[in-house]
């Protein structure tokens, strides 16, 4: 059945963005969720994490985990912006055993199946969103187009990464079209900083372990660093890893400890696929970015990255 008539037909729909969400799965889903509601479904938004407070410019993302998830509630599961299939977390089992699910994704290599798939090679999961909620004939306003807008933005790195072409600046274009205030996703997202976030990023750039030997970079950033500089640990930290790519390295990883384990973050340079990488930790994403999780203790994790990516650069072949 075509994807867009599984939406259709659903009149109770949950949607999910994966854990340690970015800016991609998060306005795509706040997209997604402002579009099916305008078509009168009843629709809630989920995530294994707390949406960091920096990203309530999008009011929406205070609704997230709003009621307490009971997947008989719902007609329809959508996961949006999944590729690992870990990346769900606390509710990947209900996921993987509800009768109507639905991956919505433009991660090629990723693993999380639903009963229905749709995976399109874009540069932002928020271009699949934009068609899909045209093909639902769905009015666009500014509620729709900022956050696909913002999510467009946060996956391609301002337009600056190699995932870029002309398809997203036409997107981004038609975005500006139907009333997606740049100003607010720059200035309240992209610009602002606090001061004990920049002395946490400053700190786990500071202590960054690095090899020469094959050219690349594991950060931390602890529990302590978090209470030590008065950051909620929701805040990402992962961009981080574009840092230390900018002085030659080839593959730079960040590490966030929280309660429930590592969440990590992958960057690397365009010829280094990362997303290999990623995979042996049953994470996943992009050739250049990723993602991924470990329960294990920092220290342990740590090691376990560096082995991993000493492996991957060992059998690298180009």
């Known amino acids: 059945m ?32 402002n579009a099916l509601e305008k078509q009168g479904k009843i629709v809630d938004m989920f995530c294994e994490d707390n949406i960091p407070e920096t990203y309530n410019f999008l009011t929406e993302t205070k609704m997230y985990n709003e009621k307490e998830f009971n997947k008989d509630s719902y007609d329809l599961l959508i996961a949006v912006d999944v590729a690992g299939n870990n990346m769900l977390g606390k509710f990947q089992e209900d996921f993987d055993t509800h009768k109507n699910t639905l991956r919505i994704d433009h991660h090629i290599k990723g ?57 997203t600046f036409k997107v981004a274009s038609e975005l500006l079209e139907f009333g997606a205030d740049i100003r607010k996703v720059y200035t309240e997202f992209f610009d602002k900083k606090t001061v004990p976030y920049l002395k946490l990023t400053s700190n786990t750039l ?19 660093d978090f209470e030590k500089f008065g950051v909620d640990s929701s805040e990402s930290v992962g961009n981080l890893a574009n840092t230390y790519l900018n002085c030659g390295y080839k593959i730079s990883a960040v590490l966030k400890e929280k309660e429930d384990g590592i969440h990590g973050s992958f960057r690397s340079k365009f010829e280094y696929d990362c997303s290999e990488i990623a995979r042996v930790f049953g994470g996943g994403g992009h050739k250049n970015a990723s993602g991924f999780k470990i329960e294990k203790p920092l220290a342990e994790a740590v090691k376990d990255v560096q082995n991993a990516v000493i492996e991957y650069l060992k059998n690298y072949k180009g």
């Open 2 to 33: 075509n994807y867009l008539k599984i939406i259709k037909k659903a009149k109770s729909i949950a949607l999910f963005s994966h854990s340690s969400p970015d800016p991609d799965t998060v306005g795509s889903v706040v997209a997604l969720y």
């Open 111 to 167: 693993e999380l199946e639903a009963k229905n798939n749709v995976v399109k090679i874009y540069s932002a999961c928020a271009i699949l969103i934009y068609e899909t909620i045209k093909g639902l004939k769905v009015k666009i306003d500014t509620t729709i187009s900022t956050p696909l807008y913002f999510a467009l933005c946060g996956d391609t790195g301002l337009f600056r990464n190699n995932n870029t072409d002309s398809k």
């Open 206 to 224: 500071l202590n960054a372990e690095i090899n020469d030997e094959f050219g690349f970079v594991v950060m931390t950033a602890s529990a302590k």
